[in-house]
């Protein structure tokens, strides 16, 4: 391996564990929407800050495909 190549595995490691970091923010953010009473403050909130982790590790690991695939290339 090149060091361009190790360096490039280190970024999509650490970016992968970003992801997974925001998918653990998503499922607590769901569970507090699910514990709030449906149509007040508190369960919009939680459901909208879910939705933005969910947004923020779908786009995240599409760009870690992405780097993936220029690796491979």
Same mark, same amino acid.
């Given at each position: 391996?090149?060091?361009?190549?190790?360096?490039?595995? &280190? =970024?999509?490691?650490?970016?992968?564990?970003? %992801?997974?970091?925001?998918?653990?923010?998503?499922?607590?953010?769901? *569970? +507090?929407?699910?514990?709030?009473?449906?149509?007040? &403050? =508190?369960?919009?909130?939680?459901?909208?800050? %879910?939705?933005?982790?969910?947004?923020?590790?779908?786009?995240?690991? *599409? +760009?870690?495909?992405?780097?993936?695939?220029?690796?491979?290339?």
């Amino acid at each position: 391996m090149t060091g361009g190549t190790v360096e490039r595995s &280190a =970024a999509i490691s650490e970016l992968l564990g970003a %992801a997974d970091a925001f998918a653990e923010r998503a499922l607590a953010q769901e *569970a +507090r929407r699910d514990r709030a009473r449906p149509g007040t &403050a =508190a369960h919009h909130q939680h459901a909208h800050s %879910a939705t933005l982790w969910r947004v923020a590790e779908q786009t995240l690991r *599409a +760009r870690i495909s992405e780097l993936e695939l220029m690796s491979t290339t």
